[in-house]
T-cell receptor
Framework: GAGVSQTPSNKVTEKGKYVELRCDPI?????LYWYRQSLGQGPEFLIY????????DSGLPNDRFFAVRPEGSVSTLKIQRTERGDSAVYLC?????????????FGPGTRLTVT | GNSVTQMEGPVTLSEEAFLTINCTYT??????LFWYVQYPGEGLQLLLK?????DKGSNKGFEATYRKETTSFHLEKGSVQVSDSAVYFC????????????FGKGTKLSVKP
């Protein structure tokens, strides 16, 4: 069956530009997470969706970052006025529910490079 | 705060060697503990987990025991294979995180034939 997919796999953008990163979760998974993995670090939580709503956005670093999931399936992470420090791999994960009982399935990630 | 510390890599072993990757944690309450693996070119996959003290998680010949007294969750495998070459991440969730994973920095393992 299809796993979590993310597009694009690589994105290079100039400082100050706007980018959108897409996540297509496993069908039927209501929970969706975004994480960011900087070079040499483990993934760090950004935002969690339950259905269409952002139930927990406590990990977003600042107001340049925003994410949506309008129909409760595909999610888009949006970054405005990109900075070089935003360069990282952005990971998406989905699961049947929230909590340690539910395994999170990760996508391959989008590698964002801000020049 | 809540955090995970794992041994730095890279770790290079010969095939059939014994593997230990150390992981310790700091957390409020009673966290659940995980090991994730990332094979080259693939996404993170759950390898094993343990949700309470003294539980042992196991999968694909890997084991880890949740030790509350030492706040540790070390990953072990008795005989590694070349196909085990990957990056291994220790992680936790706790009541306050409600499922948000907190990861260590990862340990890269290379197994030579």
């Amino acid at each position: 069956g299809a796993g979590v997919s993310q597009t694009p796999s690589n994105k290079v953008t100039e400082k100050g530009k706007y980018v959108e990163l897409r996540c297509d979760p496993i069908s039927g998974h209501t929970a969706l997470y975004w994480y960011r993995q900087s070079l040499g670090q483990g993934p760090e939580f950004l935002i969690y969706f339950q259905g269409t709503g952002a139930a927990d956005d406590s990990g977003l670093p600042n107001d340049r970052f925003f994410a949506v999931r309008p129909e409760g399936s595909v999610s888009t992470l949006k970054i405005q006025r990109t900075e070089r420090g935003d360069s990282a791999v952005y990971l998406c994960a989905s699961s049947l529910g929230r909590g340690e009982r539910y395994e999170q399935y990760f996508g391959p990630g989008t590698r964002l490079t801000v020049t | 705060g809540n955090s995970v510390t794992q041994m730095e890599g890279p770790v290079t072993l010969s095939e059939e060697a014994f593997l230990t990757i150390n992981c310790t944690y700091t957390a409020t309450g009673y966290p659940s503990l995980f090991w994730y693996v990332q094979y080259p070119g693939e996404g993170l996959q759950l390898l094993l987990k343990a949700t309470k003290a003294d539980d042992k998680g196991s999968n694909k010949g890997f084991e880890a025991t949740y030790r509350k007294e030492t706040t540790s969750f070390h990953l072990e495998k008795g005989s590694v294979q070349v196909s085990d070459s990957a990056v291994y991440f220790c992680a936790l969730t706790y009541g306050g995180s409600q499922g948000n994973l907190i990861f260590g920095k990862g340990t890269k393992l290379s197994v030579k034939p």
